[in-house]
């Protein structure tokens, strides 16, 4: 088994870019991955949320409420995020200073019926992961062709939002793997629990419009919602593009 892709996500749901590798802290997540978040007008945060400690998504704009998000690429140049939309030119901008620039790019794209973007918060090294814990999302491609066998079309990884994708694994074979640990590269991660998936999924990437039951698909074939696994890493290394897992 080994890396097929890496990638991480800046500003939650707003953006995904694509790594060759990275060094990766016992405890920590992907280097500013999901290290901001846009919160929105109707949040409930109390006064240490806002100075940057994790949160739960509920108090962000995310893709499971605004599908046209899912179609945002990010990357990182420096202290600047840049941004793409198919809908918008790109936007270059620092998420530390000024949010306007942000928050006026970002207005078309949100669904007016919904509570509209507030700010942009930051969790230095922690991230706004899913989880309440750091963590590291792991996804096999086996498990997708097997989702896409049963949905009856091609499904784009980007719906996952994933950070790892492993090549080599028996389908579902990851939902095995709870509680073991597993060396990729030169760190040492451990799985910790199953990825129970949302609407967001259910969005085309490239288009940022709905048109996949995912969610369905994966409760009539398999009786869930779950896609992927959380891993914490127990032990610092390296890992790239091509690294082995290697379970223990």
């Known amino acids: 088994m080994r890396v097929d892709a890496i990638w991480r996500h800046p500003i939650k749901a707003h953006g995904r870019e694509a790594l060759a590798a990275f060094d990766i802290a016992a405890g920590a997540t992907i280097p500013l991955d999901r290290e901001w978040a ?7 945060m109390g006064p240490t949320e806002q100075a940057g400690d994790w949160a739960p ?47 006026d790019w970002i207005a078309p794209l949100s669904d007016p019926s919904r509570a509209r973007p ?7 090294g922690r991230g706004y992961t899913d989880s309440p814990f750091a963590s590291i999302s792991l996804h096999s491609i086996a498990s997708l062709t097997a989702l896409e066998t049963r949905i009856g079309r ?5 719906r996952f939002r994933g950070n790892l994708w492993i090549d080599g694994a028996e389908p579902w074979a990851e939902f095995d793997w709870i509680g073991r640990e597993m060396t990729i ?17 259910m969005t085309d990437p490239e288009t940022g419009h709905v048109d996949a039951d995912t969610l369905g698909a994966l409760e009539a074939g398999w009786g869930h919602r779950d896609f992927g696994v ?8 390296h890992v790239a593009r091509g690294d082995a897992l290697v379970l223990r």
């Open 38 to 44: 846009v919160v929105h007008e109707a949040a409930r």
């Open 57 to 103: 998504c509920a108090n962000f704009n995310r893709g499971a409420k605004t599908p046209a998000l899912m179609a945002v690429t990010a990357r990182m140049a420096g202290d600047h995020v840049i941004l793409s939309h198919p809908d918008r030119p790109d936007l270059i901008f620092d998420p530390d200073e000024d949010n306007r620039p942000f928050l």
């Open 118 to 124: 507030s700010h942009i918060v930051r969790a230095r």
């Open 154 to 158: 091609s499904l784009s990884r980007d």
């Open 185 to 201: 590269g030169t760190a040492t991660f451990r799985a910790e629990e199953r990825i129970t998936r949302c609407r967001a999924t």
């Open 230 to 237: 959380y891993l914490t890493c127990t032990a610092p290394g």
